[in-house]
Every structure is written in C-alpha cells, then in structure tokens.
C-alpha cells in the first residue's frame, strides 16, 4: 500500500499521524517551503458545533492519540450587535494559533510524525500523483481541487479582512460583531492570542460585488467598532484579506482510493465557516479506512450532518436584520436562553437553530 497525502494541513497531517499509529507511513506534499506558510492568525476550536464533543483537545488526545496544545481556553464570547451587547459564558472552546507561529496546530501535528516524509515545496497534481500510489488523500484546503474530480457545492463563497492587532485583552474572552453594516450577513471578531496580541476579522459571503468593493470601508468601521466596544485604541499590525474562500460539501467523500479530507470534503460548518475539528477529525477517518479500522463514508456522516443543520442556521441568520440581531443578542441577557445554547448534550448548533426559529420560519 502507497499513500500519497496532498496539503500538509490540518487534515492532511491529521491523515498521517493516524497512519502511523497504526504501523503506516504516507508521502506528504505540501506546496509551501516549511510547514504553516497559510495565514498567521489565531483561529477558534470550538467543540459547541460538533455535539457530543465537549472538549476537543481531550477527546483527539484520549481517542485518537494525536496531541494539540491550545493557546487557551475560551471563558465567555461577548456577542455584539448594532444597539446591544451580551456574552455567554462556559467551556466554550479553545484558541489556537494557526501559520507562521510557533505552536501553529499545523506544526504541533508535523512535530508528532515519526515515518512520514513531508515533500515540501511540492505543488502536487492529483493526475500525476494517483498514477504513483495506490491511495490518495486530497487534503489541500481548497475546494476547487476538489471540484477538478467531482461535484461540490458551494454555500457561499466569503471575503475575509482582517489584521494582527495589539491592545489590552482578557485572554480567555472572544468578542463577536453581527452588524449588516460592515459585515452583511456575516460577522466580526477578535480572538487573543496574548494579553497584548489578537486576531481582529471581518468575514461575510461574496453574494454581492458591491460588498466586495467596499471591504475596506467595511474593514475601517470593524476597526472603528472594536476600538469603541473594546474602550481602546488598537493598533493594527500585517493587515490581510482573502477572497473567494469556498465553503461547500462535495458529494462522495471517496471515490475508488481518492479521500477528500478537510476543507476539500466540507468538513466545515458553514454558519461560522469554522472547520478544524471536522478537518482533523475527516483526516483520522480517511487513514482508519486505510487501515481497515472503519468505513470512511459511514465515518463522515455525523460530519455532513452537522455541516447540513449549520448551513439551516446559516441561511437563518442571513435573513436577519440589524433590528433583528440586536433582539437575539438582547435574549442572551436571558438564563434560559443561554442554557440552551451551551447546554452540551443538546449542541450549540441545535440550541441556536430554537433561538432563530421565531425569525427564520415567517
Ligand atoms: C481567515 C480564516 C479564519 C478561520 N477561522 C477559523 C476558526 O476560528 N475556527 C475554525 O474551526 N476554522 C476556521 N477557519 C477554517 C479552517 O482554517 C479550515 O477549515 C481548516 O484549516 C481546513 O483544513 P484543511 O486541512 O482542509 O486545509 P489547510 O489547513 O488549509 O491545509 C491545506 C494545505 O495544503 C497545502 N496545499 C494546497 N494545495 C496544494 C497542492 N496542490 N500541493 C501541495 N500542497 C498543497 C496548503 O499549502 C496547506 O498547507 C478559518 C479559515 C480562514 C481562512
């Protein structure tokens, strides 16, 4: 058996950290010159989309044996919106850092193989590749990869403007903005990566080109807003903005010995587009089919699940007017509500779809 791994990222790496545990290697390509050259920022992993999983580095250290070290945990998540502001609070996640830095989760993985070898500066062409090995992974994040072998469709294609900024900040609270006027239909947030450092972005669909235009007067008022809700003066550092980031699902998770993994399966919850514990988790399924320890299409159903009741909550949410979102956030002053949404055996995404029902069903 020869397995080819395409994209040294989360679920690439995942894939070949659970070959090797059990007594397999695979050949990883990855387009970048070293591990983490995707982008710097600090990402969220939040086990809330993913019920029944509580804790996410625990259950991929006890389950599967792969070990990641989090920046910290999340204590509360303040929800902002035009007029109101609340937060939740709870074991609401982790924040981790992704790219260039240290701890990266993608450096912490590649840290962890012991046979595999990383093919680095390897822009590999799954023609080619399928020809030389007998299973291949497609784990390159990009589902227009993708879509050269099969159908996959697309939720919505977002845009992304965002920053590295310094100010004052309590590690374990993430901040979120749900504003149609500089995020329509999307959001905000800041995640820290430190008490001084943190993650400032805005992301929302590309439904309109307008909206594309005017990303950076959307981006001066997200900056404007967080300096306000925050109380201070951030200072906005490696300023980015990516476009055409494709959330969508395809439509056979293998096909022969090809396992699209990760970003490239739709392993993403389209209502936050938060997709790291389903990458992870596609990576490990792909490589227990591989091992004969389990059938990857039966594996990935929980998955697809999740990412099909996310995408009911997406298009919920898009409906919303500002008027709207300042109610939402208004009932989250509410006990009750916020039992619901952080109650761990009902899952966030189920608790959120009762909250939006009275506005989603008119
Ligand atoms: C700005 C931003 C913020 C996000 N925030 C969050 C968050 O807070 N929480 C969350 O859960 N998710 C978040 N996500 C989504 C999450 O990052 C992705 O779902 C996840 O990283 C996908 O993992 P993957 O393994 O599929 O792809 P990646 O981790 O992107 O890895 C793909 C790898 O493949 C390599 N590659 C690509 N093409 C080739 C090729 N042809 N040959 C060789 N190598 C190749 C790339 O260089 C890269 O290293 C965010 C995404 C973005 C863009």
Redesign the pocket.
């Known amino acids: 058996m020869k397995t080819a791994i395409?994209?040294?990222?989360?679920?690439?790496?995942s894939c070949a950290l659970t070959l090797e545990k059990h007594g397999q290697s695979a050949d990883i390509?990855?387009?970048?010159k070293e591990?983490?050259?995707?982008?710097d920022?600090?990402?969220?992993?939040?086990p809330i989309l993913h019920a029944p999983i509580n804790d996410s580095v625990k259950f991929f250290s006890e389950t599967y044996d792969i070990h990641l070290k989090p920046a910290s945990n999340v204590q509360k998540i303040y929800v902002h919106s035009e007029n109101e502001s609340a937060y939740v609070e709870g074991k609401i996640g982790f924040i981790n850092m992704?790219g260039k830095y240290k701890d990266s989760y993608?450096k912490q993985l590649a840290q962890q193989l012991v046979h595999s070898k990383i093919h680095y500066d390897?822009?590999?062409?799954y023609e080619n590749i399928s020809k030389e090995y007998t299973h291949v992974i497609v784990?390159?994040?990009?589902p227009q990869?993708t879509q050269q072998i099969q159908p996959y469709d697309i939720a919505l294609p977002s845009a992304?403007a965002?920053a590295i900024v310094k100010g004052d900040f309590v590690r374990n609270e993430v901040h979120t903005w749900f504003n149609n006027d500089f995020a329509p239909k999307g959001m905000g947030?800041l995640?820290p990566h430190s008490k001084t450092e943190g993650t400032l972005?805005i992301?929302y669909p590309q439904y309109e080109d307008e909206w594309l235009e005017k990303r950076n007067e959307f981006w001066e008022t997200m900056v404007k807003e967080a300096s306000r809700t925050l109380n201070q003066e951030l200072i906005i550092e490696h300023e980015f903005t990516?476009s055409d980031?494709m959330v969508g699902k395809c439509h056979y998770p293998r096909i022969g010995n090809t396992f699209f993994?990760?970003?490239?399966l739709g392993?993403?919850t389209p209502f936050?587009?938060?997709?790291?514990?389903?990458?992870i988790l596609s990576?490990i399924y792909a490589a227990l089919d591989i091992c004969g320890q389990g059938d990857y299409e039966k594996l990935c159903k929980p998955l697809l699940k999740d990412y099909d009741q996310s995408l009911v909550l997406r298009r919920g949410i898009e409906r919303l007017s500002n008027h709207q979102l300042d109610l939402i956030t208004k009932s989250l002053h509410n006990q009750v509500v916020r039992k619901i949404i952080t109650q761990p055996n009902l899952g966030v995404l189920k608790g959120l779809s009762h909250l939006l029902k009275p506005f989603t069903s008119k």
Request: with cysteine; aromatic share 10%.
């Open positions: 395409i994209g040294a990222g989360l679920a690439g790496l390509f990855e387009q970048g591990i983490g050259l995707r982008y920022i600090a990402e969220l992993m939040t992704r993608e390897s822009h590999a062409v784990a390159t994040g990009d990869d992304f965002g947030y995640i972005v992301v990516i980031y993994v990760g970003n490239c392993a993403i936050l587009g938060f997709g790291q514990t389903g990458s990576g």
